[in-house]
């Protein structure tokens, strides 16, 4: 009888031993999946702060009048600019390390140059 307990309670610490297997498999891939995340997050936030500091110029902030565009321009002019600035946006989106491609739009380019943004660019 007694040989029956003892193998019942090893039955039951190794069920139990599995779960907990499990469990930490489970843990293991959120840990993985957080540490991905912050990874992203971090050279997205390093992107972001290399344009913030091409753009922010210091004449700007001692002057802000005088950085503003003057509103003498034609009408003829401004139009010919709005044809082509969604397409010099989405450019230096793209050279500022971003996706503009429908498949990634967005995301952070972290593995060089992507093959979709680069054919809907030449179109």
């Not at 610490?13 to 498999?25: D, K």
């Not at 840990?31 to 110029?57: A, D, G, M, T, Y």
């Not at 210091?58 to 509103?71: I, S």
């Amino acid at each position: 009888m007694e040989k029956k307990n003892i193998f019942v309670l090893i039955q039951e610490l190794e069920s139990q031993m599995g779960h907990i297997h499990s469990e930490l498999g489970g843990l293991k891939l959120v840990i993985k999946e957080l540490l991905e995340e912050n990874h992203r997050l971090s050279l997205e936030n390093e992107q972001l702060r290399k344009i913030l500091k091409r753009e922010v110029n210091p004449a700007e902030l001692e002057h802000p009048v005088a950085a503003m565009p003057l509103p003498h321009a034609e009408k003829e002019d401004q139009e010919e600019d709005v044809v082509g600035e969604g397409y010099d946006n989405l450019a230096r989106l793209y050279h500022e390390g971003f996706h503009i491609c429908n498949v990634y739009y967005g995301h952070l380019r972290t593995e060089g140059d992507c093959l979709f943004c680069l054919s809907f660019l030449n179109k």
